[in-house]
Protein backbone atom coordinates (compact mmCIF):
# COMPACT_ATOMS: atom_id res chain seq x y z
CA UNK A 1 0.00 0.00 0.00
CA UNK A 2 1.05 3.63 -0.57
CA UNK A 3 -0.67 6.54 0.32
CA UNK A 4 -0.71 9.42 -2.31
CA UNK A 5 0.81 12.54 -0.32
CA UNK A 6 -1.08 14.73 -2.53
CA UNK A 7 -4.58 13.17 -1.47
CA UNK A 8 -3.89 13.09 2.19
CA UNK A 9 -3.34 16.91 2.04
CA UNK A 10 -6.33 17.60 -0.02
CA UNK A 11 -9.19 15.51 2.11
CA UNK A 12 -7.30 17.41 5.27
CA UNK A 13 -7.87 20.53 3.42
CA UNK A 14 -11.96 19.81 3.64
CA UNK A 15 -11.77 19.71 6.98
CA UNK A 16 -10.20 23.09 8.12
CA UNK A 17 -12.82 25.51 7.55
CA UNK A 18 -15.29 23.44 10.10
CA UNK A 19 -13.00 22.81 12.74
CA UNK A 20 -13.13 23.83 16.66
CA UNK A 21 -11.61 25.67 18.19
CA UNK A 22 -9.11 27.50 16.16
CA UNK A 23 -6.29 25.84 17.71
CA UNK A 24 -7.18 22.48 16.55
CA UNK A 25 -7.64 23.50 13.18
CA UNK A 26 -4.07 25.27 13.20
CA UNK A 27 -2.31 21.96 14.85
CA UNK A 28 -3.84 20.33 11.91
CA UNK A 29 -2.92 22.86 9.27
CA UNK A 30 0.91 22.42 10.46
CA UNK A 31 0.53 18.47 10.67
CA UNK A 32 -0.62 17.59 6.69
CA UNK A 33 2.54 19.22 5.12
CA UNK A 34 4.84 17.28 7.63
CA UNK A 35 2.75 14.06 7.06
CA UNK A 36 3.25 14.97 3.43
CA UNK A 37 6.93 15.05 4.01
CA UNK A 38 6.87 11.32 6.08
CA UNK A 39 4.97 9.48 3.13
CA UNK A 40 7.73 10.93 0.92
CA UNK A 41 10.73 9.65 3.41
CA UNK A 42 9.09 6.26 3.93
CA UNK A 43 8.13 5.61 -0.52
CA UNK A 44 11.57 6.60 -1.12
CA UNK A 45 13.20 4.03 0.72
CA UNK A 46 9.77 1.51 -1.15
CA UNK A 47 9.68 2.85 -4.46
CA UNK A 48 12.91 4.33 -5.20
CA UNK A 49 14.46 3.50 -8.55
CA UNK A 50 14.96 3.60 -12.45
CA UNK A 51 11.44 2.17 -13.00
CA UNK A 52 8.36 4.32 -11.81
CA UNK A 53 5.88 2.83 -9.38
CA UNK A 54 2.21 2.79 -10.70
CA UNK A 55 -0.98 2.05 -9.38
CA UNK A 56 -3.82 1.00 -11.62
CA UNK A 57 -7.03 1.80 -11.48
CA UNK A 58 -9.74 1.54 -14.63
CA UNK A 59 -11.79 4.84 -15.42
CA UNK A 60 -12.98 6.12 -18.49
CA UNK A 61 -11.46 2.66 -20.38
CA UNK A 62 -8.26 3.95 -19.32
CA UNK A 63 -5.76 3.18 -16.82
CA UNK A 64 -5.18 5.78 -13.65
CA UNK A 65 -1.54 5.93 -13.50
CA UNK A 66 0.89 6.94 -9.99
CA UNK A 67 4.20 7.16 -10.80
CA UNK A 68 6.64 7.58 -8.50
CA UNK A 69 10.27 8.27 -9.76
CA UNK A 70 13.51 10.46 -8.87
CA UNK A 71 11.66 13.41 -11.31
CA UNK A 72 8.84 13.52 -9.57
CA UNK A 73 10.05 12.65 -5.87
CA UNK A 74 12.56 15.78 -5.87
CA UNK A 75 9.79 18.31 -6.46
CA UNK A 76 7.45 16.47 -4.28
CA UNK A 77 10.24 16.60 -1.77
CA UNK A 78 10.86 20.77 -2.06
CA UNK A 79 7.24 21.35 -2.18
CA UNK A 80 6.05 19.75 0.85
CA UNK A 81 9.57 21.72 2.75
CA UNK A 82 8.42 24.48 1.69
CA UNK A 83 4.85 24.30 2.77
CA UNK A 84 6.18 23.30 6.61
CA UNK A 85 7.81 26.81 6.57
CA UNK A 86 4.66 28.59 4.49
CA UNK A 87 2.15 27.17 6.74
CA UNK A 88 4.08 28.35 10.08
CA UNK A 89 4.26 32.07 8.54
CA UNK A 90 0.47 31.90 7.68
CA UNK A 91 -0.31 30.56 10.92
CA UNK A 92 -2.35 34.10 11.47
CA UNK A 93 -4.26 33.83 8.71
CA UNK A 94 -7.86 33.09 7.94
CA UNK A 95 -9.22 29.02 8.21
CA UNK A 96 -10.28 30.08 4.67
CA UNK A 97 -7.10 30.95 3.20
CA UNK A 98 -5.51 27.76 4.95
CA UNK A 99 -8.04 25.65 3.20
CA UNK A 100 -6.93 27.21 -0.29
CA UNK A 101 -3.48 26.91 0.60
CA UNK A 102 -3.35 23.21 1.55
CA UNK A 103 -5.96 22.79 -2.17
CA UNK A 104 -3.39 24.53 -3.75
CA UNK A 105 -0.21 22.36 -2.23
CA UNK A 106 -2.39 18.61 -2.66
CA UNK A 107 -3.05 19.48 -6.17
CA UNK A 108 0.43 20.33 -6.88
CA UNK A 109 1.57 16.79 -5.49
CA UNK A 110 -0.87 15.39 -7.65
CA UNK A 111 0.46 16.91 -10.53
CA UNK A 112 4.36 15.70 -10.20
CA UNK A 113 2.94 11.86 -9.07
CA UNK A 114 0.18 11.87 -11.99
CA UNK A 115 1.45 9.27 -14.17
CA UNK A 116 -1.53 9.56 -16.92
CA UNK A 117 -2.78 12.88 -18.67
CA UNK A 118 -5.88 12.76 -17.56
CA UNK A 119 -5.62 12.92 -13.88
CA UNK A 120 -2.80 15.45 -14.53
CA UNK A 121 -5.20 17.67 -15.87
CA UNK A 122 -7.52 17.32 -13.30
CA UNK A 123 -4.51 18.53 -10.45
CA UNK A 124 -3.45 21.19 -12.59
CA UNK A 125 -6.84 22.97 -12.86
CA UNK A 126 -7.66 22.29 -9.54
CA UNK A 127 -4.56 24.26 -8.71
CA UNK A 128 -5.54 27.18 -10.68
CA UNK A 129 -8.92 27.00 -7.86
CA UNK A 130 -6.87 27.11 -4.78
CA UNK A 131 -4.19 30.01 -6.02
CA UNK A 132 -7.23 32.15 -7.49
CA UNK A 133 -8.66 32.76 -4.00
CA UNK A 134 -5.68 33.24 -2.78
CA UNK A 135 -5.84 36.44 -4.33
CA UNK A 136 -9.21 37.11 -4.23
CA UNK A 137 -8.99 36.76 -0.31
CA UNK A 138 -6.62 40.08 -0.11
CA UNK A 139 -10.63 41.70 -0.52
CA UNK A 140 -9.30 44.63 -2.91
CA UNK A 141 -10.55 46.24 -5.92
CA UNK A 142 -7.17 45.20 -7.45
CA UNK A 143 -7.00 41.92 -6.21
CA UNK A 144 -10.40 40.85 -7.98
CA UNK A 145 -9.28 42.21 -11.07
CA UNK A 146 -6.12 40.51 -10.82
CA UNK A 147 -7.88 37.15 -9.79
CA UNK A 148 -10.36 37.27 -12.62
CA UNK A 149 -7.26 38.10 -15.07
CA UNK A 150 -5.47 34.87 -13.73
CA UNK A 151 -8.39 33.09 -13.95
CA UNK A 152 -9.00 33.87 -17.75
CA UNK A 153 -5.17 32.99 -18.18
CA UNK A 154 -5.36 30.06 -16.77
CA UNK A 155 -8.67 28.82 -18.56
CA UNK A 156 -7.30 29.39 -21.41
CA UNK A 157 -4.22 27.62 -20.61
CA UNK A 158 -5.92 24.90 -19.59
CA UNK A 159 -8.14 24.58 -22.30
CA UNK A 160 -5.15 24.54 -24.98
CA UNK A 161 -3.98 21.90 -22.82
CA UNK A 162 -6.86 19.51 -22.64
CA UNK A 163 -7.69 20.18 -26.48
CA UNK A 164 -4.15 18.80 -27.12
CA UNK A 165 -4.27 16.08 -24.57
CA UNK A 166 -7.51 14.85 -26.40
CA UNK A 167 -5.70 15.13 -29.42
CA UNK A 168 -2.84 13.21 -28.25
CA UNK A 169 -4.61 10.57 -26.45
CA UNK A 170 -6.28 9.78 -29.82
CA UNK A 171 -3.87 9.87 -32.03
CA UNK A 172 -0.85 7.56 -30.11
CA UNK A 173 -3.79 5.59 -27.89
CA UNK A 174 -1.91 5.98 -24.46
CA UNK A 175 -2.43 8.18 -21.75
CA UNK A 176 0.84 7.70 -20.09
CA UNK A 177 2.31 11.05 -19.34
CA UNK A 178 5.49 10.51 -20.45
CA UNK A 179 8.20 12.32 -23.28
CA UNK A 180 5.64 13.39 -25.74
CA UNK A 181 6.46 12.69 -29.67
CA UNK A 182 5.77 15.54 -31.89
CA UNK A 183 2.15 14.48 -32.99
CA UNK A 184 1.83 17.59 -35.18
CA UNK A 185 -0.86 19.89 -33.44
CA UNK A 186 -1.18 18.12 -29.89
CA UNK A 187 2.44 18.63 -29.29
CA UNK A 188 2.46 22.32 -29.53
CA UNK A 189 -1.39 22.45 -27.88
CA UNK A 190 0.46 20.84 -24.52
CA UNK A 191 3.41 23.27 -25.16
CA UNK A 192 1.62 26.19 -25.06
CA UNK A 193 -0.16 24.86 -22.45
CA UNK A 194 2.80 24.08 -19.63
CA UNK A 195 4.29 27.51 -20.61
CA UNK A 196 1.30 29.61 -20.03
CA UNK A 197 1.66 28.47 -16.62
CA UNK A 198 5.54 28.59 -16.50
CA UNK A 199 5.32 32.46 -17.61
CA UNK A 200 6.94 32.19 -20.43
CA UNK A 201 7.39 35.72 -22.24
CA UNK A 202 4.84 37.50 -23.74
CA UNK A 203 2.25 34.81 -22.03
CA UNK A 204 3.50 35.80 -18.61
CA UNK A 205 1.87 39.07 -17.60
CA UNK A 206 -0.63 36.84 -15.80
CA UNK A 207 1.89 36.47 -12.58
CA UNK A 208 3.62 40.40 -12.13
CA UNK A 209 -0.12 41.17 -12.28
CA UNK A 210 -1.59 38.84 -10.13
CA UNK A 211 1.06 38.11 -7.50
CA UNK A 212 1.82 41.20 -5.83
CA UNK A 213 -2.04 42.08 -5.64
CA UNK A 214 -2.30 38.52 -3.25
CA UNK A 215 -2.77 38.57 0.86
CA UNK A 216 0.39 38.69 2.64
CA UNK A 217 0.60 35.03 3.07
CA UNK A 218 -0.88 33.66 0.07
CA UNK A 219 1.79 35.15 -2.04
CA UNK A 220 4.21 33.55 -1.05
CA UNK A 221 2.34 30.03 -1.51
CA UNK A 222 2.19 31.70 -5.52
CA UNK A 223 6.09 31.61 -5.85
CA UNK A 224 6.57 28.15 -5.27
CA UNK A 225 3.39 25.61 -6.96
CA UNK A 226 2.44 27.09 -10.28
CA UNK A 227 5.83 27.92 -11.92
CA UNK A 228 7.25 24.63 -11.05
CA UNK A 229 4.90 22.23 -11.29
CA UNK A 230 4.74 23.82 -15.37
CA UNK A 231 8.99 23.29 -14.63
CA UNK A 232 8.01 19.89 -13.98
CA UNK A 233 5.81 18.92 -16.70
CA UNK A 234 8.14 20.57 -19.27
CA UNK A 235 11.19 18.44 -18.20
CA UNK A 236 8.68 15.26 -18.25
CA UNK A 237 7.20 15.87 -21.50
CA UNK A 238 9.62 18.24 -23.51
CA UNK A 239 13.20 17.53 -22.48
CA UNK A 240 15.82 18.73 -25.45
CA UNK A 241 13.08 20.66 -26.83
CA UNK A 242 15.07 23.24 -28.68
CA UNK A 243 12.45 26.17 -28.80
CA UNK A 244 12.49 26.22 -24.98
CA UNK A 245 16.27 26.77 -24.69
CA UNK A 246 15.49 30.27 -26.74
CA UNK A 247 12.52 31.20 -24.79
CA UNK A 248 14.50 30.19 -21.67
CA UNK A 249 17.30 32.02 -22.17
CA UNK A 250 15.04 35.00 -23.40
CA UNK A 251 12.47 34.98 -20.28
CA UNK A 252 15.76 35.26 -17.61
CA UNK A 253 16.93 38.87 -18.65
CA UNK A 254 13.40 39.81 -20.24
CA UNK A 255 12.24 39.42 -16.59
CA UNK A 256 15.92 40.93 -14.96
CA UNK A 257 14.99 44.15 -17.39
CA UNK A 258 11.74 44.68 -15.80
CA UNK A 259 12.43 43.75 -12.54
CA UNK A 260 15.01 46.75 -12.28
CA UNK A 261 12.09 49.11 -13.81
CA UNK A 262 9.90 48.38 -10.78
CA UNK A 263 8.84 50.47 -7.93
CA UNK A 264 6.83 47.95 -6.06
CA UNK A 265 8.72 45.55 -4.02
CA UNK A 266 6.66 42.71 -4.51
CA UNK A 267 5.56 43.26 -8.16
CA UNK A 268 10.26 43.52 -8.59
CA UNK A 269 10.04 40.05 -7.04
CA UNK A 270 7.38 38.53 -9.17
CA UNK A 271 9.23 39.92 -12.30
CA UNK A 272 12.29 38.23 -11.27
CA UNK A 273 10.69 34.85 -10.75
CA UNK A 274 10.06 35.30 -14.82
CA UNK A 275 13.44 35.22 -14.70
CA UNK A 276 14.69 32.97 -12.61
CA UNK A 277 12.33 30.04 -14.56
CA UNK A 278 13.89 31.24 -17.65
CA UNK A 279 16.64 29.18 -16.34
CA UNK A 280 14.75 26.36 -15.64
CA UNK A 281 12.97 26.26 -18.99
CA UNK A 282 16.44 26.87 -20.82
CA UNK A 283 18.06 23.77 -18.81
CA UNK A 284 14.78 21.44 -20.09
CA UNK A 285 15.33 23.35 -23.68
CA UNK A 286 18.90 22.05 -23.58
CA UNK A 287 18.27 18.74 -22.63
CA UNK A 288 21.54 17.00 -21.41
CA UNK A 289 21.62 14.91 -18.21
CA UNK A 290 23.56 18.57 -16.52
CA UNK A 291 21.03 21.14 -18.03
CA UNK A 292 17.84 18.85 -16.36
CA UNK A 293 19.49 18.41 -13.08
CA UNK A 294 20.65 22.05 -13.15
CA UNK A 295 16.75 22.93 -14.02
CA UNK A 296 15.58 20.45 -11.18
CA UNK A 297 18.23 21.59 -8.56
CA UNK A 298 17.65 24.90 -9.60
CA UNK A 299 13.69 24.51 -9.01
CA UNK A 300 14.41 23.28 -5.48
CA UNK A 301 16.49 25.79 -4.34
CA UNK A 302 14.69 28.80 -5.60
CA UNK A 303 11.37 27.81 -3.86
CA UNK A 304 13.08 28.14 -0.99
CA UNK A 305 14.42 31.33 -1.52
CA UNK A 306 12.03 33.22 -4.01
CA UNK A 307 9.27 32.16 -0.69
CA UNK A 308 12.25 33.70 2.16
CA UNK A 309 12.08 36.98 -0.44
CA UNK A 310 8.51 37.02 -0.03
CA UNK A 311 8.50 36.97 3.18
CA UNK A 312 10.49 39.66 3.60
CA UNK A 313 8.64 42.04 1.59
CA UNK A 314 5.43 40.68 3.23
CA UNK A 315 6.65 41.47 6.57
CA UNK A 316 7.20 44.71 5.60
CA UNK A 317 3.27 45.27 4.19
CA UNK A 318 1.63 43.50 7.38
CA UNK A 319 3.33 46.13 9.07
CA UNK A 320 3.62 49.10 6.88
CA UNK A 321 1.11 48.47 4.58
CA UNK A 322 3.14 49.80 1.96
CA UNK A 323 5.13 48.01 -0.97
CA UNK A 324 6.57 50.78 -3.06
CA UNK A 325 9.94 52.30 -2.44
CA UNK A 326 8.95 55.70 -2.90
CA UNK A 327 6.61 55.30 0.35
CA UNK A 328 9.08 53.29 2.40
CA UNK A 329 12.82 53.48 3.43
CA UNK A 330 15.06 53.45 6.71
CA UNK A 331 13.28 50.35 7.84
CA UNK A 332 16.50 49.00 8.93
CA UNK A 333 16.16 50.66 12.51
CA UNK A 334 12.85 49.26 13.06
CA UNK A 335 12.47 45.55 10.93
CA UNK A 336 16.79 44.48 11.66
CA UNK A 337 15.48 40.94 12.06
CA UNK A 338 13.44 40.82 8.80
CA UNK A 339 16.31 42.73 7.21
CA UNK A 340 19.22 40.24 7.71
CA UNK A 341 16.58 37.00 7.23
CA UNK A 342 15.55 38.86 3.66
CA UNK A 343 19.69 39.36 2.37
CA UNK A 344 20.34 35.29 3.30
CA UNK A 345 17.36 35.30 0.87
CA UNK A 346 19.06 37.59 -1.50
CA UNK A 347 22.37 35.90 -1.27
CA UNK A 348 21.34 32.81 -2.33
CA UNK A 349 19.35 33.84 -5.48
CA UNK A 350 22.26 36.02 -6.60
CA UNK A 351 24.54 32.70 -6.25
CA UNK A 352 26.82 33.94 -3.43
CA UNK A 353 28.85 30.64 -2.50
CA UNK A 354 28.17 28.83 0.37
CA UNK A 355 24.16 29.82 -0.33
CA UNK A 356 21.65 27.27 -2.14
CA UNK A 357 21.61 29.44 -5.25
CA UNK A 358 25.20 28.80 -5.89
CA UNK A 359 25.25 25.29 -6.02
CA UNK A 360 22.14 24.85 -8.51
CA UNK A 361 21.77 28.22 -11.14
CA UNK A 362 25.14 27.98 -11.69
CA UNK A 363 24.77 24.00 -13.15
CA UNK A 364 22.63 25.31 -15.80
CA UNK A 365 25.23 28.10 -16.68
CA UNK A 366 27.50 25.62 -17.40
CA UNK A 367 25.79 22.90 -18.91
CA UNK A 368 25.35 25.36 -21.92
CA UNK A 369 28.83 26.22 -21.72
CA UNK A 370 29.59 22.22 -22.22
CA UNK A 371 27.50 22.36 -25.67
CA UNK A 372 28.92 25.45 -26.60
CA UNK A 373 25.65 27.27 -26.57
CA UNK A 374 27.77 30.76 -26.63
CA UNK A 375 24.67 33.02 -26.72
CA UNK A 376 22.77 30.93 -24.45
CA UNK A 377 25.43 31.44 -21.98
CA UNK A 378 25.69 34.90 -22.10
CA UNK A 379 22.12 35.42 -21.38
CA UNK A 380 22.00 33.47 -18.72
CA UNK A 381 25.59 35.14 -17.12
CA UNK A 382 23.99 38.31 -17.85
CA UNK A 383 20.59 37.70 -15.88
CA UNK A 384 22.63 36.93 -12.76
CA UNK A 385 24.62 40.22 -13.02
CA UNK A 386 20.83 41.78 -12.77
CA UNK A 387 19.33 39.28 -10.46
CA UNK A 388 21.92 40.62 -7.65
CA UNK A 389 21.55 44.47 -8.90
CA UNK A 390 17.87 44.25 -8.28
CA UNK A 391 16.96 41.71 -5.60
CA UNK A 392 20.45 41.59 -3.83
CA UNK A 393 20.58 45.73 -3.16
CA UNK A 394 18.50 47.82 -5.25
CA UNK A 395 14.84 46.75 -3.43
CA UNK A 396 16.79 45.93 0.26
CA UNK A 397 18.71 49.93 -0.13
CA UNK A 398 14.92 51.24 -1.25
CA UNK A 399 13.07 49.86 1.63
CA UNK A 400 15.26 49.60 4.64
CA UNK A 401 18.51 52.06 4.28
CA UNK A 402 18.36 55.11 1.26
CA UNK A 403 16.62 57.64 3.38
CA UNK A 404 15.24 58.73 6.77
CA UNK A 405 12.44 56.14 7.59
CA UNK A 406 9.28 57.53 6.55
CA UNK A 407 7.18 55.37 8.72
CA UNK A 408 7.71 53.85 11.92
CA UNK A 409 7.30 49.85 11.68
CA UNK A 410 8.22 46.56 13.79
CA UNK A 411 9.26 43.15 12.93
CA UNK A 412 5.92 41.26 11.98
CA UNK A 413 4.19 38.43 14.53
CA UNK A 414 6.84 36.00 15.75
CA UNK A 415 4.90 32.99 13.38
CA UNK A 416 6.13 35.13 10.57
CA UNK A 417 9.77 35.19 11.80
CA UNK A 418 10.03 31.58 12.42
CA UNK A 419 8.75 30.71 9.00
CA UNK A 420 11.45 32.63 7.54
CA UNK A 421 14.02 31.67 10.11
CA UNK A 422 13.38 27.94 8.70
CA UNK A 423 13.61 28.96 4.96
CA UNK A 424 16.80 30.92 6.02
CA UNK A 425 18.79 27.81 7.60
CA UNK A 426 17.50 25.12 4.62
CA UNK A 427 19.06 27.83 2.12
CA UNK A 428 22.51 28.03 4.11
CA UNK A 429 22.43 23.99 4.72
CA UNK A 430 21.77 23.51 0.81
CA UNK A 431 24.73 26.00 0.23
CA UNK A 432 27.05 23.91 2.07
CA UNK A 433 28.14 20.46 2.35
CA UNK A 434 26.36 18.06 3.17
CA UNK A 435 23.58 20.22 1.72
CA UNK A 436 24.40 20.26 -1.52
CA UNK A 437 25.12 16.64 -1.60
CA UNK A 438 21.64 15.61 -0.36
CA UNK A 439 20.24 17.75 -2.99
CA UNK A 440 22.47 16.21 -5.70
CA UNK A 441 21.28 12.37 -4.79
CA UNK A 442 18.15 13.89 -5.13
CA UNK A 443 18.06 14.89 -8.81
CA UNK A 444 16.70 12.32 -11.46
CA UNK A 445 20.98 12.19 -13.11
CA UNK A 446 24.36 10.68 -11.30
CA UNK A 447 25.50 14.46 -10.77
CA UNK A 448 29.28 15.43 -12.28
CA UNK A 449 29.82 18.59 -11.05
CA UNK A 450 31.83 19.98 -8.36
CA UNK A 451 30.13 23.76 -7.22
CA UNK A 452 33.27 24.71 -5.13
CA UNK A 453 36.15 24.35 -8.27
CA UNK A 454 38.09 27.00 -7.15
CA UNK A 455 37.57 28.99 -10.41
CA UNK A 456 33.61 28.59 -10.26
CA UNK A 457 33.92 30.77 -7.14
CA UNK A 458 36.36 33.44 -8.05
CA UNK A 459 34.30 33.79 -11.05
CA UNK A 460 31.31 34.30 -9.24
CA UNK A 461 32.92 36.34 -6.86
CA UNK A 462 33.87 38.71 -9.17
CA UNK A 463 30.43 39.20 -11.22
CA UNK A 464 29.19 39.66 -7.37
CA UNK A 465 31.86 42.50 -6.70
CA UNK A 466 32.04 44.26 -9.67
CA UNK A 467 27.68 44.12 -9.74
CA UNK A 468 28.32 45.53 -6.59
CA UNK A 469 30.79 48.58 -7.92
CA UNK A 470 27.93 49.69 -10.19
CA UNK A 471 25.14 49.43 -7.91
CA UNK A 472 27.06 51.69 -5.80
CA UNK A 473 28.05 54.59 -8.31
CA UNK A 474 24.18 54.16 -10.02
CA UNK A 475 22.30 53.81 -6.46
CA UNK A 476 20.50 57.28 -6.91
CA UNK A 477 19.22 56.44 -10.09
CA UNK A 478 18.14 53.13 -8.90
CA UNK A 479 15.43 54.67 -6.57
CA UNK A 480 11.81 53.81 -6.94
CA UNK A 481 9.88 56.49 -9.39
CA UNK A 482 6.27 56.63 -9.76
CA UNK A 483 5.78 55.46 -13.20
CA UNK A 484 4.06 52.92 -15.27
CA UNK A 485 5.47 50.22 -16.96
CA UNK A 486 3.88 49.00 -19.78
CA UNK A 487 4.23 44.72 -20.50
CA UNK A 488 2.97 42.72 -22.87
CA UNK A 489 -0.38 42.59 -20.94
CA UNK A 490 -1.55 45.70 -22.68
CA UNK A 491 -2.45 43.64 -25.96
CA UNK A 492 -4.70 41.65 -24.15
CA UNK A 493 -6.29 44.17 -22.14
CA UNK A 494 -6.72 46.68 -25.32
CA UNK A 495 -8.41 43.77 -27.37
CA UNK A 496 -10.33 42.62 -23.98
CA UNK A 497 -11.25 46.76 -23.49
CA UNK A 498 -12.57 46.30 -27.28
CA UNK A 499 -14.63 43.52 -26.88
CA UNK A 500 -16.54 44.51 -23.55
CA UNK A 501 -17.48 47.22 -25.11
CA UNK A 502 -18.98 45.84 -28.26
CA UNK A 503 -20.89 43.53 -25.99
CA UNK A 504 -22.38 46.55 -24.19
CA UNK A 505 -23.56 47.94 -27.54
CA UNK A 506 -24.85 44.69 -28.83
CA UNK A 507 -26.80 44.21 -25.51
CA UNK A 508 -28.29 47.63 -26.29
CA UNK A 509 -29.38 47.38 -30.06
CA UNK A 510 -30.91 43.74 -28.73
CA UNK A 511 -33.09 45.71 -25.79
CA UNK A 512 -33.88 48.22 -28.13
CA UNK A 513 -34.67 45.70 -30.48
CA UNK A 514 -36.76 43.42 -27.70
CA UNK A 515 -38.52 46.65 -26.84
CA UNK A 516 -39.85 47.65 -30.52
CA UNK A 517 -41.03 43.91 -31.04
CA UNK A 518 -42.92 43.88 -28.11
CA UNK A 519 -44.33 47.07 -29.21
CA UNK A 520 -45.05 45.31 -32.47
CA UNK A 521 -46.47 42.55 -30.67
CA UNK A 522 -48.83 44.93 -28.40
CA UNK A 523 -50.46 46.02 -31.73
CA UNK A 524 -50.44 42.36 -33.59
CA UNK A 525 -52.12 41.35 -29.92
CA UNK A 526 -54.47 44.39 -30.42
CA UNK A 527 -55.66 43.36 -33.93
CA UNK A 528 -56.22 39.86 -33.00
CA UNK A 529 -59.20 40.92 -30.44
CA UNK A 530 -61.45 42.59 -33.24
CA UNK A 531 -64.48 40.93 -33.29
CA UNK A 532 -64.05 39.10 -35.98
CA UNK A 533 -67.97 37.90 -36.82
CA UNK A 534 -68.05 41.76 -38.26
CA UNK A 535 -65.48 40.41 -40.81
CA UNK A 536 -66.64 37.67 -43.35
CA UNK A 537 -65.20 34.16 -42.89
CA UNK A 538 -62.12 34.69 -45.44
CA UNK A 539 -60.83 38.03 -44.03
CA UNK A 540 -61.04 36.41 -39.98
CA UNK A 541 -59.02 33.00 -41.24
CA UNK A 542 -56.25 35.17 -43.30
CA UNK A 543 -55.76 37.63 -39.96
CA UNK A 544 -55.67 34.85 -37.62
CA UNK A 545 -52.93 32.89 -40.06
CA UNK A 546 -51.25 36.78 -39.94
CA UNK A 547 -50.71 36.46 -36.38
CA UNK A 548 -49.62 32.79 -36.62
CA UNK A 549 -46.78 33.42 -38.87
CA UNK A 550 -45.85 36.81 -37.03
CA UNK A 551 -45.54 35.00 -33.85
CA UNK A 552 -43.71 31.83 -35.11
CA UNK A 553 -40.81 34.64 -36.89
CA UNK A 554 -40.73 36.31 -33.31
CA UNK A 555 -40.03 33.08 -31.99
CA UNK A 556 -37.35 32.10 -34.23
CA UNK A 557 -35.41 35.43 -34.58
CA UNK A 558 -35.89 35.62 -30.16
Known sequence: MWVHPGIVVLAGAIFLPFLRPRRVEQMIFLALPLISLLILILTSLGYFGELPFELKTEFLNYDVLIRVDKLSLVFAYVFSIAAIAMNVYALHSSSLEHFSAMVYVGSALGVVFAGDLFSFYIFWELMAIGSLFLIWFRRTKKAEEAGFRYALWHLTGGLF????????????NTIEFKAFNNVGLAYYLILLGFIINAAVPPLHAWLPDAYPEATVTGAVYLTAFTTKSAVYALARGFAGEELLMWLGAIMAMYGVIFAVLENDGRRLLAYHIVSQVGYMVAGVGIGTAMAINGATSHAFTHILYKALLFMGMGAVIEVTGRSKFTELGGLYKYMPVTFYLYMIGAFSISAFPLFSGFVSKNMTVYASAEEHLVLIWFLLEGASVGTFLHTGLKLPWNVWFSREAVIEARDPPKNMIAGMV?????????????????????????????????AKVISMSQLLLFTFFAFWIMREKLRGEEKIVLDTDWLPRIVGNYFIYYCLKFTEFSKELDRKLLEASGKLKAITQL????????????????????????????
Open 161 to 172: LLAGIVLYVLQT
Open 422 to 454: ILAALNIFFGTYPGYEILYSLLPYPVEYNPYDP
Open 531 to 558: KLRELTPGYGVLIVCLVFAVYLLLFIFS
